[in-house]
């Protein structure tokens, strides 16, 4: 079975990194002490606060294994390996929606870096998705689950 591919812009590989450092040393001292307290109060079967604690261990031991398997699975996307003009993971990509006058502009990352609210946009989405590969000038239609739409590629960095 073949594994899954991460694509991570070199920010976003140093962000996971950092968390991870984060997560391995601070925060789990920080749950092993709040278990040890908890495992002091008493009757194991009967506390609250030692299952809340034994549940919060769980969830940052998974969040180590996923990010530690994405870091293991990871391209990195270095912005010179970027060609000129051609949307790309990586490229921050200015477009104008069909019946617009407006200019909206996006970078595509990973699903990993994935922010909408701060227009970073995953690869997989369905814009990323139709306009990847493509030149400046391009009017690219997009299935999306709200139904199909045009964008025009206005400018690619």
Do not use: C
Not at 145 to 157: L, Q, S
Request: proline share 2%; hydrophobic share 35%.
């Amino acid at each position: 079975m073949r594994q899954k591919e991460f694509f991570l812009t070199s920010e976003g590989y140093l962000e996971l990194e950092t968390e991870l450092n984060f997560l391995k040393t601070d925060k789990r001292e920080e749950v092993l002490n709040t278990l040890k307290e908890a495992r002091a109060l008493g009757d194991l079967s009967e506390n609250a606060e030692y299952s809340a604690a034994r549940e919060d261990q769980g969830k940052l031991e998974a969040r180590i294994k996923e990010i530690e398997h994405i870091l293991e699975h990871a391209t990195i996307i270095e912005d010179t390996a970027v060609e000129e003009g051609i949307v790309n993971i990586g490229s921050t990509v200015s477009l104008q929606y069909d019946g617009d006058d407006e200019i909206e502009e996006y970078r595509i990352v990973g699903s990993q870096e994935a922010d909408p609210f701060n227009n970073k946009i995953s690869n997989e989405s369905p814009i990323a998705a139709a306009i990847l590969n493509k030149k400046v000038g391009s009017v690219v239609e997009v299935n999306s689950p709200d139904g199909v739409y045009k964008v025009k590629i206005v400018n690619v960095a």
